[in-house]
């Protein structure tokens, strides 16, 4: 019997570590850094964080909840990228997906080559240098992540950087 509730403390303390790890990628940090991370890898400025484009992401997103679509906000006046999952997905891990578009991105032709590379070149745009992100889980237990940046990149026939 003492080995079991040992088993089971034991068991709760590494879930916790779990959960605890799992929302700490998600804070406003995490993202800067990331965002900041991959700037850097090319010679970019950091961002700084915006509440005011934070609470943006966040009023938006939250409003498809119940369908879990991606869907871009329109009239805004950021730039925003979105992630979805059907789990939970961390801030981080979105973020990570967007700059592993930097392999479809030729800066040579200022275009994508071979897939997607908008979400990478919105990251790495030099003018936008406020951040915002927010996380909300969907009704059916999916994740949105929203990263909106101020001001917008990705103008047709510029370069990022």
Same mark, same amino acid.
């Given at each position: ?9 034991? =068991? ?13 990628? +998600? ?17 970019? /400025?950091?961002?700084? !964080? ?47 997906? !967007? ?25 790495? !745009? ?15 237990? /999916?994740? =949105? =992540?929203?990263?909106?940046? +101020?001001?917008? /990149?990705?103008?047709? +026939?510029?370069?990022?950087?």
């Amino acid at each position: 019997m003492e080995m079991s509730k040992t088993a089971l403390a034991i =068991i709760s303390l590494l879930s916790l570590a779990i959960v605890h790890h799992a929302h700490a990628q +998600d804070s406003l940090q995490d993202f800067l850094k990331a965002h900041n991370t991959a700037r850097a890898t090319v010679g970019v /400025g950091p961002m700084i !964080w915006d509440d005011t484009v934070a609470a943006f992401a966040l009023s938006y997103i939250s409003g498809l909840t119940s369908s879990c679509i991606l869907e871009h906000s329109a009239g805004s006046s950021y730039g925003e990228n979105l992630a979805g999952g059907s789990a939970d997905l961390a801030g981080t891990a979105a973020v990570e997906m !967007w700059v592993a578009e930097r392999a479809n991105y030729d800066y040579n032709s200022n275009s994508c080559v071979g897939g997607e590379c908008l979400h990478y070149t919105q990251v790495v !745009w030099s003018n936008s240098v406020r951040l915002g992100c927010a996380k909300v889980t969907c009704d059916n237990g /999916g994740t =949105i =992540i929203s990263c909106n940046y +101020d001001p917008p /990149g990705n103008y047709n +026939d510029e370069r990022p950087y």
